[in-house]
């Protein structure tokens, strides 16, 4: 139950895009369908924004889509705005009936 | 509204045992699977335990396998989590958290109970 590999910052400008990527294994991300993403405000619990590697829950603005390809998932936000500022978090199923989470990725908007 | 409360966190000593309660209302509890995510200090999320609809089916991460126990009471609407042995490194907000229809999809959550262990 290895945690999945996300990058530790990404940054980007108002209006901008940005993509994180998420890294598994063929165990987890590369196996299954099974990818979703969240997001996270300092002292805040997790907000689902991605499920099932591409699928948005209602009220999830579509400027956040997802993807992926092989053991690499991705998260992309498109027209960045001040309120993206939060850290993110990639899940997998990992089989087994286990979950994995990424380390998460922290998210500035300059 | 769907609501998650926790409750039960709190200071305890290595080698303790803590209960946490999560109290669900706004949907019919009996119909969904439920879990259990912490997230140490200034880190990242961690899933530790699913629990199925019936309590036929429990699951639980390696690192909590055999101290951590899962239960819930559909006539109480409630989930738990029976935490023994705690070490240093199970410091950390726990979330429960409600399964959607796939695995990792948790669209509700819990406002988080800190449980801290130290001497």
């Known amino acids: 139950q290895s945690a999945l590999t996300q990058p530790a910052s990404v940054s980007g400008s108002p209006g901008q895009s940005i993509t994180i990527s998420c890294t598994g294994t063929s165990s987890d991300v590369g196996s299954y369908d099974l990818v979703s993403w969240y997001q996270q405000h300092p002292g805040k619990a997790p907000k689902l924004m991605i499920y099932?590697?591409?699928k948005r829950p209602s009220g999830v603005s579509n400027r956040f889509s997802g993807s992926k390809s092989g053991n690499t998932a991705s998260l992309t936000i498109s027209g960045l705005q001040t309120e993206d500022e939060a850290d993110y978090y990639c899940?997998?199923?990992?089989?087994?009936?286990?979950?994995?989470f990424g380390g998460g990725t922290k998210l500035t908007v300059l | 509204e769907v609501q998650l409360v926790e409750s039960g966190g709190g200071l305890v000593q290595p080698g303790g045992s803590l209960r946490l309660s999560c109290a669900a209302s706004?949907?019919?509890?009996?119909?969904?699977?439920m879990s259990w995510v912490r997230q140490a200090p200034g880190k990242g999320l961690e899933w530790l335990s699913y629990i199925s609809r019936s309590s036929s089916t429990i699951y639980y991460a390696d690192s909590v396998e055999g101290r951590f126990t899962i239960s819930r009471d559909n006539a109480k609407n409630s989930l738990y989590l029976q935490m023994n042995s705690l070490r240093d490194d199970d410091t950390a907000v726990y979330y429960c958290?409600?399964?959607?229809?796939?695995?990792?999809?948790?669209?509700?959550w819990g406002q988080g109970a800190l449980v801290t262990v130290s001497p």
């Open positions: 899940c997998s199923y990992a089989g087994s009936r286990t979950v994995v």
């Open positions: 099932e590697v591409s």
């Open positions: 958290a409600r399964d959607e229809t796939s695995w990792g999809s948790y669209r509700y």
């Open positions: 706004g949907f019919t509890f009996s119909s969904y699977s």
